[in-house]
């Protein structure tokens, strides 16, 4: 069977959806099947084009899987109207451009307008491949919980996932709340939805003991340490973590918050905090530096704005459950993240855009080792029990020949399938 995968985001980026797609690409791969990736340029989290690549398109192998890349706008700064441009110019790209014959085509939303130019073009085809969308994050909420989009610009929003959604032949999300709402709110009928929660993509191995990871790191053997790892953007909301920093100082330094990575509010934060001897900020790490990070910290978290509660799973949770480090949450009471930690047994959870609540947390967790244990060891064994890399393997190599068995014999044109809505 011959695959292709259509999303913005792939390896070499190391952190959000790319790992996933890249996992997916691969294990299908060494499981025979043919596929290939179209993909943009390298950008994200630091959204800047990576130097390294250069030219309008590039065809490469990558860990075995066909790659052909697209260039790209990449917005300095990101707002509605830029992650507009961003998506249209990748989805333009790709529609202009040959797509690989297939039998199914799936594409990953985000990015959600590239993947309905795609569809258009595949369905405007006298004959064409099965196609399926694979949903890490739902607009429709997105855009309302982070405030970006209200009244008739939020509802446009809404039907035009809706009619994406719903002209594909399947749709797979990786939360069953995602499904609930693509159901209720976006009237994509039950038949066409398809449960995958995300996995670990690392290869598990034991946590290091906190003392080496420190040491590896050059970080203080002696400093209680809340970690922040991952994208810096607006949903993230971490003007709370620079806030709790600020607080921890008021107090004499108790704690030390560590934000690692990057993103489009990296830069305002750094601003906000730059008089705090409590905050700290630290590039994207390789992989085994990464995973010293997280075994170093007394406490990961996991940070997001008020409203932030349905649009997405964060992507850092299975890579915290498996480290050796609990889980402070500060979110929504009943967030999809809540559950999730919740399930997990992982870690505890905070009022979010509460600083002070914040510190208390990590100061609470760090100075009780038998409960943090106590949490460790549960999302370790959540993970290995729900979120192993093969499990989700199996799962999306179902789905697939759901979509290639589901898919009509005659091709229906753009306009029939209700796409523009």
Known sequence: MRI?????????????????????????????????????????????????YAGPTIEEMVDGVHVTRHRHYVPGSMTVT??????????????????????????????????????????????RPALGVWVQDLY????IETGTMHGS???????????????ADGVAVIHRRFA???????????????????????????????????DLLGWSRDAVIALHAGNMGLKQGLENVVEAARESDRRGGPVQFVLMGDG?????????????????FVRSLPEKEFRAALDAADVLLVNERPEVSEMAVPSKLTAYFGSGSPVLAATAAGSVTDQEVRSAGAGVRV??????????GVIELATEPD???????????????????????????????????????????????????
């Not at 809404?158 to 959604?165: A, K, M, V, Y």
């Not at 009022?351 to 208390?360: F, I, M, S, T, V």
Request: proline share 7%; charged share 20%.
């Open 180 to 214: 609930e709402h693509a159901h209720t709110a976006l009237r994509v009928p039950e038949s066409k939805l398809t449960v995958i929660p995300n996995w670990t993509h690392m290869p598990h191995q034991a946590s290091m003991s906190r003392d080496h990871a420190r």
């Open 140 to 143: 429709s909420r997105g855009v």
């Open 4 to 52: 292709t995968l259509i999303g913005l985001n792939y390896k070499p980026e190391v952190t959000g959806i790319a790992p996933y797609t890249a996992d997916v690409a691969e294990g299908l791969s060494q499981r025979g099947y043919d596929v290939h990736v179209v993909t943009g340029f390298p950008h994200y989290p630091q959204w800047a084009p990576d130097p390294r």
């Open 351 to 360: 009022d979010p855009a509460n600083p002070a609540a914040l510190l208390e």
């Open 264 to 280: 489009n509010q990296r830069q305002i934060l750094e601003e906000l905090g730059t008089d705090i001897s409590s905050l700290r």
């Open 82 to 127: 830029q992650r507009a441009h961003l998506e249209l110019s990748f989805g333009t790209r790709v529609a202009r451009s040959r797509i690989p014959s297939s039998n199914v085509v799936v594409c990953v939303s985000p990015a959600l307008v590239s993947t309905g130019l795609v569809m258009a073009r595949l369905k405007a085809q006298p004959f």
């Open 371 to 421: 409960r943090s244990a106590q949490l460790v060891e549960s999302g370790n064994r959540y993970l290995r029990q729900h979120m192993s890399r093969d499990v989700a393997l199996d799962r999306f190599e179902e789905w697939v020949h759901t979509l290639a068995s589901a898919h009509p014999t005659k091709a229906r044109t753009a306009s029939s399938a209700g796409l523009g809505v």
């Open 153 to 167: 610009s939020a509802g446009a929003t809404t039907n035009l996932e809706s009619g994406i959604l719903r002209a």
